[in-house]
């Protein structure tokens, strides 16, 4: 936007829009899930033992809270990429 062209620039662009993806998808998921709709990926869903009809549920137990910890810690990585 400002017309830099800085290769680090850009690649600290990439990890800060990458985390900030994945915390509006994690802060979104009591609205979508409150109608019917899941989009939290499902390979790490499947790891833990999660269904789709967890997060409907509201259900809050131990393998649900996982898959919310994995994904930001996900976000945590690209933040630490940009420091």
Do not use: W
């Amino acid at each position: 936007i400002l017309g830099v062209r800085d290769i680090h620039a850009d690649h600290a662009a990439s990890h800060i829009g990458k985390a900030q993806g994945i915390v509006t998808c994690l802060r979104a998921t009591p609205y979508h899930s409150a109608r019917q709709k899941v989009f939290l990926p499902m390979d790490i869903c499947m790891v833990h033992g999660v269904s789709q009809e967890d997060f409907i549920r509201g259900k809050q137990e131990k393998n649900v809270r996982d898959v919310i910890y994995d994904l930001a810690s996900q976000a945590h990585i690209h933040l630490e990429h940009v420091r």
